[in-house]
C-alpha cells in the first residue's frame, strides 16, 4: 500500500523562525493535503494542492505539490506558538473512495 | 452550524467485547468516513460511506463493521476487541461521494482496550 513518510519527525524552534517540512510518498496522488492536529482533536485541512508543480499560500503557510507528485513540501513562516502540533501530509486516492492517505507526522513545537 | 459531531468522546472496553461508536455530520453532507489513529501515527481509512452505501473499504478485518443511517449519521462496529484496537477513531464527513470537495473531522473518539 502506499506509504507517506514525513521529516523531520520532530522540531523545536524559537518563535519567529520559518519552518519547512517534507512528505514523499512511494505512489503518485493527483491531491495532496496538509492538516494540522492539536492534542484531543481531529486534523485541520491547512492547504490543499491539485496540480503537480503548484504553491499555494495560506497567511504564514506556503505548500508546493512536487512535479513527480510523489512529494510535498510545506513551509510556516514567523512561526509564533499557536503554531504547536502534529503537522500531517495527505494524499487523496481517486481510484475509489476518495480515501486519505495520512503521512507519518511532524510534531513541531515553538519555544517562545 | 454544528460541526462533526462525535459520541462518546471516550470509553474503556475490555478486551472481546463489542464497542459501537457514533458520527454526525456536518448538515448537508452525505459522505461520511471513519479513520483509525494509534498513537504516534497518521489516521489510517476504514470506511467511507455515501448515500448508505458502502463507497470503500481500508485494510481492516472483518471485526470492524459500519453503516450509515437515512439521516446520514453514521455508526462504526469493532466487534471482539483487541488491545491493539485501542486508538482515536475519527469521523470525516463531505458534500459528496463522488468527487472530493474537502473532509471535515470530528474531534474523534478515544477508545482504550484493556
Known amino acids: 500500500g502506499q506509504q507517506l513518510n514525513q521529516s523531520p519527525q520532530s522540531m523545536f524552534i524559537q518563535e519567529g523562525e520559518d519552518v519547512s517540512m517534507n512528505c514523499t510518498s512511494s505512489?503518485?496522488?493527483?491531491?495532496w493535503l496538509w492538516y494540522k492536529q492539536d492534542p484531543g482533536e481531529g486534523p485541520v485541512l491547512l492547504i490543499a494542492?491539485?496540480?503537480?508543480?503548484e504553491l499555494t499560500s495560506n497567511g504564514r503557510l506556503t505548500a508546493q505539490f512536487g512535479i513527480t507528485r510523489k512529494d510535498s513540501f510545506l513551509n510556516i513562516s514567523a512561526s509564533i506558538p499557536s503554531d504547536v502540533g502534529i503537522y500531517f501530509c495527505?494524499?487523496?486516492?481517486?481510484?475509489?473512495?476518495?480515501?486519505?492517505?495520512f503521512g507519518t507526522g511532524t510534531r513541531l513545537t515553538v519555544i517562545p | 452550524d454544528a460541526g462533526v459531531t462525535q459520541s462518546p468522546t471516550h470509553l474503556i472496553k475490555t478486551r472481546g467485547q463489542h464497542v459501537t461508536l457514533r458520527c454526525s455530520p456536518i448538515?448537508?453532507?452525505?459522505?461520511v468516513s471513519w479513520y483509525q489513529q494509534v498513537l504516534g501515527q497518521g489516521p489510517q481509512f476504514i470506511f467511507q460511506?455515501?448515500?448508505?452505501?458502502?463507497?470503500g473499504r481500508g485494510n481492516f478485518p472483518d471485526r470492524f463493521s459500519a453503516r450509515q443511517f437515512p439521516n446520514y449519521s453514521s455508526e462504526l462496529n469493532v466487534n471482539a476487541l483487541l488491545l491493539g484496537d485501542s486508538a482515536l477513531y475519527l469521523c470525516?464527513?463531505?458534500?459528496?461521494?463522488?468527487?472530493?470537495?474537502?473532509?471535515?473531522f470530528g474531534s474523534g473518539t478515544r477508545l482504550t482496550v484493556v
Open positions: 460511506y455515501y448515500e448508505k452505501e458502502e463507497r
Open positions: 470525516a464527513s463531505s458534500p459528496e461521494g463522488t468527487l472530493y470537495s474537502g473532509y471535515t
Open positions: 495527505a494524499g487523496l486516492d481517486q481510484t475509489g473512495a476518495n480515501n486519505l492517505f
Open positions: 448538515s448537508g453532507h452525505k459522505s
Open positions: 505512489s503518485i496522488f493527483n491531491t
Open positions: 494542492l491539485y496540480k503537480a508543480g
